[in-house]
C-alpha cells in the first residue's frame, strides 16, 4: 500500500483547517505519531500520511454523545 504524504499546509487544504489548529490542537491529541504522521528520517518536519487521516476523521462525529431522555428519545451532545 503506497502512502500519500502531506505537508501541514496541504494537509490543512484538504481538510479546511487552518494550520495552526492542525500543528496546536490537533497534532498529537486527533492525530497520533506514528499512525497519522510521521518525521522522516528522525527530523522535525513533519509529513501527514493521507490515507490514515481519511479513514479515520469521521470517528469522532460518528461516535457523539447521545443522551437518553426520560421520555424515549435523545438529546445530540
Known sequence: ??????TTEELAVRIKYDVR???EQLKDSVLIEGVH???PFG???ILYL???IQKDIGKSSAA???VPMARGG???G
Open 74 to 76: 435523545v438529546a445530540h
Open 64 to 66: 457523539s454523545l447521545i
Open 1 to 6: 500500500m503506497e502512502n500519500t504524504y502531506l
Open 21 to 23: 489548529t492542525i500543528r
Open 50 to 52: 493521507w490515507e490514515a
Open 43 to 45: 527530523g522535525r518536519k
Open 37 to 39: 504522521y510521521i518525521r
